[in-house]
Structures are given as C-alpha cells and as structure tokens.
C-alpha cells in the first residue's frame, strides 16, 4: 500500500523516531546551514528511510509517498493517531 505523508501527518512521528531518534539529521542541518530548506530535511529523510528498506518517492508537489504493508500501516495509524 502506498502512504502520503502529506495526508497522514501524523505519520511524520513515526518518520522522525524510526530514521531520526536522537535528531542528529535535524541538528546538522540546522547547525551546517544558517537556513535549512524544508525540503532538505525532507530529502535527507527520505534517503534515511531508503536506507532501513523501504520503498518512497517524493512527488512534484513535495509529497512523500512510503510503500508498506497494509499491516503496518494499520499498526502505526494505531499507535500514532
């Protein structure tokens, strides 16, 4: 199943605790560059969850859409909303 980032907002909790859970990314990129886009820190997660496996592309209107199972979906909607 395919998951929009920007129609589960809440879904950007699970994305900061699963690739992010010490901030290091985001602290760097507000240390390394006075003004840090929006859509750097979105990159640099994006290839963060590339790395732990999951499938995501980011569309032209800056979208992120994760594949993921229908199950964990589910699990996540359960715990985070």
């Known amino acids: 199943m395919l998951v929009s980032l920007n129609k589960n ?8 605790e699963t690739v992010d859970p010490d901030n ?3 602290e760097y990129l507000l240390s390394a560059y006075a003004k840090t ?3 750097e820190i979105r990159n640099k997660m994006v ?9 995501v592309k980011i569309t032209s209107g800056q979208d992120v859409i994760i594949a993921m199972s ?3 979906f589910t699990f996540l909607k359960l715990k985070y909303q």
């Open 70 to 72: 229908e199950e964990e």
């Open 24 to 26: 290091s990314v985001y």
């Open 9 to 16: 907002m809440w879904l950007w909790k699970w994305v900061y």
């Open 37 to 39: 886009r929006p859509s």
């Open 47 to 55: 290839e963060r969850l590339v790395d732990k496996g999951y499938t």
